[in-house]
Structures are given as structure tokens and as C-alpha cells.
């Protein structure tokens, strides 16, 4: 099939699927469809599940490329199985009831009942890669902007003169702008001024660096995919870093109280 028709099998599951995406995933060498003898790209059915299973594990268990390619490597040597179906089944909330389920099933099992395959573990994180991707198209005005997230034209002063939240050019914000000031908001309500939060700024401005650096020598790369990859690797590392920071906040927070 062409890469059109993976595309309309993929959508229904996976709205921001693109053909790019595709394409990335292939140069990182987690997909390789067939090609004709003029370099077209045919996709069989094993490619499209093998791209479910990607996309569900970045979608739902916030994995990063490199993991996900570890795990299709463990397929790959028959050491564990794929298993799709039941992610997509988990993801719905539904249970395995069909003829291929049983097939699965028989597929992680030796034949005396004993295990011979695993099934692949996730582990689950706070923060999905696809949750940092940007909408540059979102343009809210400041009265806009005081209204959804309630608050006054004197707590965005504060907060734009603590450098927590900086307007565009035209005067405009985005939609992390109103979450970002609502959340300062409610943390006012507990006696926290915007001037205090500027040490999460500082803390986050370290952290974005970090990623960054990891990141531009992917950008600086010379293949027409070099942008798409630095982005990929940018949202997948700042989501394991927001996840990071979490998991270090909590445990903070619980020895605090003896936990």
C-alpha cells in the first residue's frame, strides 16, 4: 500500500500523523517499508502495525525514540512480541475478545503453557512529547487573556516584569501565557508573588538550555529532515525532563512532610 493509505488507516487512532512523520521514523531507522524499483515507498500490513506500536508507545507511555527502537529490536530477535492489538485495546478501554487474541496469546506461550516471549513493559510518565508540540497560529489578545485565565492588568504586569510570561511582538500571547497565569494566580491565593516565582523561571531556562544543546547539532545536520528530527528530539526530551522534575518535586515534597 502507499504511504497515502497508511496514512488513512493511522488518522482515525492518530489525528496528527503525517506523512513527514512517517518519513522521520523511517530515517530513524524504526520502520523500513519496501521500495519499488522506482523508489516509491509500499508499506505492507507488519509496517502499519509496526507504526501503531510507535505511535502508541509516544502517545500513551511517553517513550522516548530510542527506547521504542530498543523494544522493536527485542521483536525483532523474537524476544518479546509486538502486542498492538492489546495497546490499542488498552488505550480504548476495551477487552481482547477476538480469534487473533487468541493467536497472540499462543504466540507468548511455549508449547507446555510456559512463558517463552514477554510482552513488552511500559513505564508510565507525566508528560507526553506530543503535549510540547507548538500551534503558532494561537494569537490572544491581552483582554483575552485576562478574562480566561481571571486575572487583572496589574498581576500580568507583575508576572511580564518577572519574565514569566513575555507577549509577542504584536502584543499577542499563546495558550500556555493563560496557563501559566492562572496557575501564578492560585499560587498567589497561598501567599507566592510573582517575584518568587522567578526561581521556577530560572530552573526552567537551565533546563531548556540543556535540552537545546543536546538538540542543535541535529538541527545543524545537512539531510532535509534535520529540523523535523531536532523537534522531535526537543519535545521528547523536555518531556522526560518535566516528568524528571515531577517524579524529584513529589519525593521532595513527601520526605518533607516523612513521608
Known sequence: MSIGSVLD????????????????????????????????????????????????????????LKVIKEQLEAIDSGAATLGVREARVRAGGGAVSDSRAGSDSREALGPNGDCRLRRLGVVPGEVSPEELRFDHEIRIPRADLLQQAGIDEKFLTELIRANLITPGAAGYFDADAVTLARTAKALSEFGLEARHLRAFKLAADREAAMVAQIAAPIAKSRDADARARAEETVRELAALSLTLHTCLVKTSVRASLGG
Open 9 to 64: 488507516l493511522l488518522r482515525p487512532d492518530f489525528p496528527d500523523i503525517t506523512i513527514s512523520k512517517i518519513r522521520f521514523l523511517e530515517s530513524e531507522g524504526l520502520i523500513s517499508p519496501e521500495r519499488t524499483p522506482s523508489g516509491y515507498r509500499r508499506f505492507h500490513v507488519a509496517d502499519v502495525e509496526r507504526l501503531r506500536f510507535v505511535l502508541t508507545a509516544q502517545r500513551d507511555q511517553y517513550l522516548p
